[in-house]
């Protein structure tokens, strides 16, 4: 064993595979309540097996035994299996030569063990006689930063609280779950600096008839999948609790759904441990582990059920959900830079029979994209590994990457495309690989890892953003090679291409880990004056491993307090004092300090909370302060949407104004026509006045008359602004655009030509969302001129339009020199669904100058007149705006983010401005179009910048929050439309003179 020197050699004198099995005291027992040893594991040595590995009930690869119940030799009770053991080693031969071993846990921790049974071994003596084990020191190969077994309270990071008790063992999880997805979010606070990767384990409950892959009505397939908050599959499955054998179909798992079909409950660490039961089904329970990079931010992942008859007939639930950093860690992902060789990391080709040949060819796309090839083998197509090390999505490489991802693409003549790494020294590492398809299109890759040429690991790939995931323990020395590679799939290496996520973790046993540290997850909390609490939370990381406390208290800031029985007159909230206790692997807990609602209109206030005298051992981090701000509540008025669009035929037209809570005072507020393309007196009246609330009214209405001409204007615009309230404060819509919608005909656009010369200009600066229809045929060319800014993007889209469908279509950019800047595009996938179509999709981007651009559409399909729609979508960046009403026209903007504290936005008007802050990010994910979208979010509270092209910078508080979210498209989620219609800028944050910048 290592750690004591002890090797167990293989008898050759029966011949027989050795057989080991490991006991261990635990704390838990049966439900009969008795059993203290625990059998956890029993494996086979096989003395044929040549290759490194683990020997695991939970792991993954070839070497897992089955996990079971018996009566112990020790104890005389019938126990139960709660663990998951790893026995890691070498084997170095056959017959004589011996294998050293050691026992560690699914994240490598070695393990104390108390008695371990071994037969045909030559140092156990007669078979069955127990072998005395000195007990191994524990070293954890990370730092747990969270560890929950909902034995208590499941904590807000969850977004379900549901809790049950299994009626078998009463065993308290997260569940039971149906066709739903749960997400656990762990704030960015949590991870420690320095970390590369995190590990993620946990138990999942599979309850009841579960029908695995099949297909029939009703019944199938029932998968389930762990995603990462960036549409990463780290599992996506199906399972089974069918009986095996009973002639119903099997599960994907422990491979990907859609890859193979194994046994029901093939790779279950318990099975009928539950007592749930349907229908002869009854349940399993499989202990699940991955490791992957950590590209920063707040770790959010999704579980997520999809279940033919969720409900009592089949459900799923979580338990022992542990989530820990690494640091001692090599990422193939994070590692990267454009260098070959980079450190222990190499990149090049295989062919058969042939050695790594390294890619000489290295460059940059112009979106930030880094190619690795060798174009000897053939300029297009040629095996690569292309790395994203930007903040947005890219489509250089001709496949989709995600932020910090690698991806990885076969040559045209069977070469797998490599990623090496090279062990710098003798130690034992955990090898972890994750492969997921990039290609839309579908089709069949095959992943490999291999040691030293020989193969630990060989997979495919069949579906987009999903793929199988490898791990595996095994000693290494200096100069030995780790090769993740991929192949064709035997199928053709068009749409090959696979995203790599491989993380090497060095077993050693590493430092202790850094003291308890204690602080707030976050720098500010909000609450409503009308909520009852005010909730804070406090981050524990370091060692986890004991319970430790923390004492807080109260400080007034403009917030002042009272206390609890005798509150002051004018207190805001009540003073709160005490001690958080985190019990051992706890890093989460909440604090809930009483607001006091009062009737005064005032501004937002703010107190801190303050942590103080850590516990024995524990120490402060960096925020042991927090900032609590306090929006008061009381009566505010203000337009109860901030647009609207009224037609120009009718005269009369109410505007609403509402006071957010009946009042026992008289409120009035004035209001204005402050701007906006309409002419006061020639398009509309009156001008201004003053609403007057009486008291207990809530309503009011400005009442704007529209005059109705016979001339052909276009829509135009007139903005209210509300000012000067009496007895109640400004809300969130401080201003009103109408949009007065012109009913007088429109005159006929002029055609495209199909040169420079008579290219059709589409004005992107006025409106820089468009659409053009119009008719083309084979031999046509229709031309259209563009004006961007330096760095701006055009996005465009072909669609079938009116009359015959367009077949197919080709699409070309060129400068106002003349230069080619964009070759012919053809078929592309669809920014809205992702699905490819034969006509064009593209985003360009203007060079740092700017400038003239025309966009050349053709056809090559044979017929009649086909019918286009050709979309121009504009996204700008900061702008002069000449007027502040600008910024608050209805209609469709674009926003663009840069991933980490800057957003742009365009409006309707096509004027736009940036602006820098502590943006708070949300990204949903549709697993059936493989699309994201993003909600970004400025809280009340938050300092920021305004700036304009002009280099001007106007630092502002937000008085209430500014949310802006995009839409799914295959452009990626940091580019899209924004949903809200207006953004009710600048006025509602107090800064009217914007038009100076």
Not at 749 to 765: K, V
Request: net charge negative; with cysteine; aromatic share 10%.
């Amino acid at each position: 064993m290592y750690g004591d020197g002890q090797s167990l050699g293989i008898n050759r004198a029966t011949g027989v595979a050795p057989e080991i099995a490991v006991w261990v005291e635990g704390p838990r027992r049966d439900a009969s309540g008795l059993g203290q040893l625990r059998c956890l594991m029993r494996c086979r040595l096989s003395p044929e097996r040549r290759a490194h590995g683990c020997c695991s009930p939970g792991g993954h690869g070839d070497k897992r035994p089955r996990s079971f119940n018996q009566r112990s030799r020790f104890s005389g009770e019938r126990v139960m299996v709660f663990s998951t053991l790893w026995l890691v080693g070498e084997f170095l031969g056959r017959g004589a030569r011996k294998r050293h071993l050691a026992l560690r846990d699914a994240r490598c921790r070695r393990l104390r063990v108390e008695a371990l049974e071994a037969r045909n071994l030559l140092s156990a003596g007669a078979a069955g006689t127990p072998l005395s084990l000195a007990a191994l020191e524990g070293g954890d190969a990370g730092a747990a930063i969270y560890a929950n077994d909902f034995e208590e309270a499941v904590g807000p990071e969850w977004s379900s609280t549901l809790v049950d008790v299994t009626p078998l063992g009463a065993r308290r999880f997260l569940g039971q779950f149906g066709s739903e997805t749960v997400t656990l979010t762990l704030p960015a606070a949590l991870v420690p600096a320095g970390t590369k990767a995190l590990s993620l384990s946990f138990d999942l409950f599979v309850i009841r008839s579960w029908d695995g892959n099949h297909t029939g009505s009703g019944s199938g397939p029932d998968r389930w999948g762990v995603w990462l908050g960036n549409g990463v599959s780290l599992l996506d499955t199906t399972f089974s609790n069918n009986v095996p054998g009973s002639g119903s179909a099997g599960q994907a798992y422990p491979g990907p759904f859609g890859s193979g079909q194994y046994d029901p409950q093939t790779g279950a660490d318990e099975i009928g441990t539950l007592g749930y039961e349907f229908a002869g089904s009854t349940d399993s329970v499989y202990n699940l582990h991955f490791t992957f990079t950590y590209t920063g931010g707040d770790v959010v992942l999704q579980f997520d059920g999809d279940l033919t008859t969720p409900g009592i007939d089949e459900s799923w639930g979580l338990d022992n959900v542990q989530v820990t950093a690494i640091s001692d860690a090599y990422s193939a992902p994070k590692d990267f830079v454009l260098s070959n060789p980079n450190g222990v990391w190499s990149y090049g080709w295989i062919g058969e029979d042939q050695p790594l040949v390294p890619y000489p060819d290295l460059s940059t796309f112009s979106d930030g994209t880094q190619y690795m090839t060798d174009e000897s083998i053939q300029s297009l197509q040629a095996p690569s590994v292309t790395y994203n090390p930007t903040a947005s999505p890219t489509l250089s490489a001709n496949f989709p990457l995600l932020p910090g991802q690698l991806g990885m693409h076969p040559g045209p003549n069977l070469e797998w495309s490599v990623v090496r790494w090279t062990a710098p020294a003798e130690e034992n590492v955990t090898i972890a690989a994750l492969f997921t398809g990039r290609d839309v299109t579908p089709t069949t890759t095959d992943v490999h890892v291999l040691h030293n040429g020989f193969e630990l690991f060989a997979g495919s790939i069949n579906r987009f953003r999903v793929g199988p995931y490898f791990e595996t323990t095994l000693d290494v020395h200096a100069g030995d090679t780790i090769d993740f590679a991929v192949g064709d799939g035997g199928n053709g290496f068009l749409a090959d291409s696979s995203a790599l996520d491989a993380v090497i973790i060095s077993n050693s046993v590493p430092p202790p880990p850094p003291p308890p540290t204690f602080q707030f997850t976050a720098p500010q909390y909000e609450v409503s004056e009308g909520e009852q609490f005010a909730v804070v939370q406090v981050g524990r990381t370091g060692g986890l491993g004991q319970s430790a406390r923390v004492d807080w208290t109260t400080v007034d800031g403009t917030a002042t307090s009272g206390g609890l029985l005798t509150p002051r007159l004018l207190s805001d909230y009540y003073t709160s004092s005490g001690t958080l206790v985190f019990r051992a692997f706890q890093s989460l807990a909440e604090l809930r300090i009483p607001i006091r609602d009062d009737s005064r209109i005032e501004p937002d206030e703010m107190f801190q909370v303050v942590l103080s005298d850590p516990s024995a051992g524990s120490q402060l981090g960096d925020r042991s302060a927090a900032q609590v701000v306090i929006h008061d509540n009381d009566p505010s008025v203000s337009f109860l949407v901030p647009f609207s669009n009224r037609p120009e035929s009718i005269a009369r037209n109410p505007i609403e104004v509402r006071l957010s809570t009946p009042s026992n005072q008289t409120v009035t507020v004035a209001y204005a026509a402050v701007g906006g393309t309409a002419t006061f007196g020639e398009d509309y009246n009156p001008q201004n006045g003053t609403l007057v609330f009486r008291p207990g009214e809530t309503r009011k209405f400005i009442t704007l008359a529209i005059v109705n001409d016979s001339k052909y204007e276009g829509n135009e615009t007139v903005v209210f602004e509300l000012s000067a309230p009496v007895n109640a404060h400004l809300g969130a819509n401080v201003r009103h655009s109408v949009t007065i919608v012109d009913n007088d005909p429109q005159p006929a656009p002029a055609d495209p030509g199909a040169t420079a010369a008579t290219a059709l200009e589409i004005d992107l600066a006025t409106r820089p969302i468009q659409s053009y229809q119009e008719f083309l045929s084979r031999g046509d060319v229709d031309a259209f001129k563009v004006q961007l800014r330096g760095g701006e993007y055009l996005a465009l889209d072909v669609d079938p339009g009116r009359g015959p469908v367009l077949p197919t279509s080709r699409l070309a950019i060129v400068d106002g020199d003349g230069t080619t800047v964009l070759a012919t595009v053809g078929a592309s996938a669809e920014p809205e669904t992702g699905v490819v179509t034969p006509n064009p999709a593209y985003l360009f981007q203007a060079d740092a100058d700017g400038g003239t651009y025309y966009v050349a559409l053709w056809t090559t399909a044979a017929g009649p007149l086909f019918g286009y729609t050709l979309h121009f979508y504009r996204i700008g960046v900061s702008e002069k705006v000449p007027a502040p009403e600008l910024l608050n026209v209805p209609g469709p903007m674009f926003a663009w983010f840069d991933g980490q504290d800057t957003v742009g936005i365009t409006g309707p008007t096509g004027y736009g401005f940036t602006l820098e802050g502590p943006w708070q990010q949300q990204t949903a994910f549709s697993r059936r179009t493989g699309l994201t979208s993003q909600t970004l979010t400025l809280p009340a509270g938050a300092q920021f910048t305004l700036r304009s092209p002009q280099g001007v910078a106007l630092p502002l508080l937000a008085n209430s929050p500014i949310t802006f979210s995009t839409r799914p498209q295959r452009w990626g989620n940091r580019f899209g439309v924004v949903s809200t219609p207006a953004i009710n800028f600048p006025v509602a944050l107090g800064i009217a003179p914007i038009n100076d910048l």
